[in-house]
């Protein structure tokens, strides 16, 4: 059973950075696509990024194309969120996700296998 544990949420001023870790266990990471989702309060959880099992493809969410970068570490297992220009509506729980099925991911949440228990970020203005 794969595990997920994400970290390094947190409060942050608008223009401010933040980076987040999602660290996984308990399967092969090379035969994982992984993505990272968010979820607003009152609203549905969206797709934000997702990078392909050899780190070669990654895709981003149009809000947040050119400030975020998805990368992944095969020697420690991690997939990080490198989130740069903050605004206040990226405050949500972020989630890291991983795909067992397919080799690039998908942005359909419904499509992800496992899930970490997810991380606050909060931008204030």
Not at 74 to 86: E, H, I, P, R, Y
Request: glycine fraction near 12%; proline fraction near 2%.
């Amino acid at each position: 059973q794969v595990q997920l544990v994400e970290s390094g949420g947190g409060l942050v001023q608008a223009g401010g950075s933040l980076r987040l870790s999602c660290a996984t266990s308990g399967g092969t990471f090379s035969r994982l696509a992984m993505a990272w989702f968010r979820q607003a309060p009152g609203k549905e959880r969206e797709f934000v990024a997702r990078i392909s099992r050899s780190g070669n493809t990654v895709y981003y969410e149009d809000s947040v194309e050119g400030r975020f970068t998805i990368s992944r570490d095969g020697a420690k297992d991690t997939v990080d969120l490198q989130m740069n220009s903050l605004k206040p509506e990226d405050t949500a729980v972020y989630y890291c996700a991983a795909d067992g099925t397919r080799v690039y991911g998908s942005h359909d949440s419904y499509d992800y296998d496992y899930w970490g228990q997810g991380t606050q970020v909060t931008v204030s203005s």
